[in-house]
């Protein structure tokens, strides 16, 4: 789905994109100064080119693995943008009115896998990650429920419920003598595993799915927050689009946590953004 952001001070038609493995996500300033942010899948970098070429950009700028082969169809000159640079200077201009520039934050950024970045007024480094992400959403939704699309996959997560796939403490400890709260998840898909378990419908294993990523980003995420010392955590990235189930798991854990969880409407652009402001940016000299 398009957006469009309010016109900015400079008019000169700017392109940022970020070429991930599933999804190339665009930035588009034109000579007005709006900026349009847009999705392709990333098998589509001759449409992903043509919208850049489209819009007259004098400044390009790439970032994520991809980049190169972007380039080559863009047939302009470009700029190559460190991918965790692009994500905080992108991060920090969605969050400009909401966030002082000199405070930290840890940055997270929900893709195929996940990158987890610890952003600060001089710099930004990644300091963990995970494999789990977007990738293993669509993976695990094509093996158990025959369905590769995210957009289902994510609709029918809205639908279910987990608790009658993931073992919960209070299964194990049905008289409540646990130190733990009953209902937190003792085993992903434990339920499932117990002899003669009762077949479970799509959207509980949707759900459950969600879960199993929701849980383990979270977990780590508040985790390296602490580690770190910092309070506000930035979620992005295109797990999260159209995803409240996984943004409400990997969210709640933050503030239980003590942390304080963001969600910028457009934060699967955040790379996209940063490209273009960075590349924009460096090529000025030369102007």
């Known amino acids: 789905m398009d957006s469009h952001r309010p016109p900015q001070r400079s008019a000169r038609p700017a392109a940022g994109a970020d070429v991930g493995a599933t999804l190339v996500k665009l930035a588009l300033r034109d000579a007005s100064g709006a900026t349009e942010t847009l999705a392709v899948p990333a098998a589509a970098l001759d449409a992903a080119a043509e919208r850049i070429r489209e819009i007259g950009s004098e400044d390009v700028g790439l970032t994520g693995g991809g980049a190169p082969k972007l380039a080559e169809r863009v047939a302009l000159p470009s700029i190559t943008v460190g991918e965790f640079e692009a994500w905080a200077a992108g991060a920090r201009a969605l969050l400009e009115d909401d966030m002082p520039p000199a405070e930290r934050f840890l940055l997270v950024s929900m893709g195929t896998g996940t990158s987890i970045m610890l952003v600060e007024p001089d710099g930004v480094s990644r300091v963990g990650g995970t494999a ?15 369905e590769h699309d ?21 299964d194990i400890y049905p008289d409540g003598d646990s130190p733990l709260p009953g209902d937190v998840n003792a085993a992903s898909f434990g ?25 383990n980003v979270g977990l780590l995420t ?13 979620f992005g990235g295109s797990t999260l689009r159209g995803n409240p189930t996984l943004a409400e798991i990997v969210g709640g854990l933050c503030r239980v946590l ?7 409407p457009e934060g699967q652009y955040a790379g996209a953004l940063g490209a273009l402001t960075l590349g924009s940016a460096r090529s000025a000299p030369t102007r």
């Open 132 to 146: 789990l992400g977007g990738g293993t959403v669509v993976g695990l939704g094509a093996a158990m429920l025959g």
């Open 150 to 170: 995210f957009e289902t996959i994510a609709a029918l997560a809205r639908e279910g419920d987990r608790r009658r796939v993931d073992l919960l403490v209070s």
């Open 191 to 215: 339920k499932l595993a117990q002899p003669g378990a009762a077949p479970v419908a799509r959207a509980d294993l949707a759900n459950a799915i969600m879960g199993l990523v929701g849980e």
């Open 222 to 234: 508040a985790g390296l927050a602490a580690r770190h010392g910092t309070e506000r955590v930035v």
């Open 258 to 264: 003590g942390h304080l969880p963001l969600f910028p």
